[in-house]
């Protein structure tokens, strides 16, 4: 109370301190110095100060959550794309089989006794496969045919059936074991018998 000897005077000062001794009803405080500050103020803030603590906490925890969740979305991320890349080449080496068995199809419907003979004159690069057809074998098979006439017969007598094999069965088991290439050789040493 020793601020207000200043405002008040040394007489009147003397009155109020004596009016006020021993009453725990009234307390003066100067507010300018931050000295006191009402109960309901400081309970108010007092929570403010708590819930926003907590709500610090709670945000720090979920940004711990989501940095390890963006951890393992980065590790699933890497695991997708990984596949992808895998499934990209494996659907491209399967194109270029399919590819590569139409080209062998196309050789034996144009006419060919030997197919594999002929595939080896052809530029597999030069073909492309346009609305399931094929694009640029014939080209390349009419100047193989002009320059092997022999090897060439007519597109009809290569492609009749062989007469029944009564072994038919067992071989049937033993394709099943062969790749597409072995395959493809045996029905065309068949064929050629």
Known sequence: MEFLKEYLGEELYN??????KDNDKVKLANLAEGQYVAKGK???????VTT???????????????????????????????????????????EKDLLLADIKLGIIEYGANDAIGAMAHVDVAKISRVEGKLVGLNEQLDPIKARFPN?????????????????AESIQADDENLSDDEFFDRKMAERNK
């Open 52 to 94: 926003l603590t907590n709500d610090l906490a709670g945000r720090d925890t979920d940004l711990a959550d989501l940095q390890k969740s963006v951890g393992e979305s980065d590790t699933l991320k890497a695991d997708l794309e990984a596949l992808q890349a895998k499934y990209t080449e494996a659907n491209a080496s399967h």
């Open 42 to 48: 400081f309970e108010a803030m007092e929570a403010k």
């Open 151 to 167: 090897n060439f017969g007519s597109p009809k007598e290569n492609l009749q059936s062989t007469p029944p094999n009564p072994q």
């Open 15 to 20: 009155q109020v301190a004596e009016k006020l």
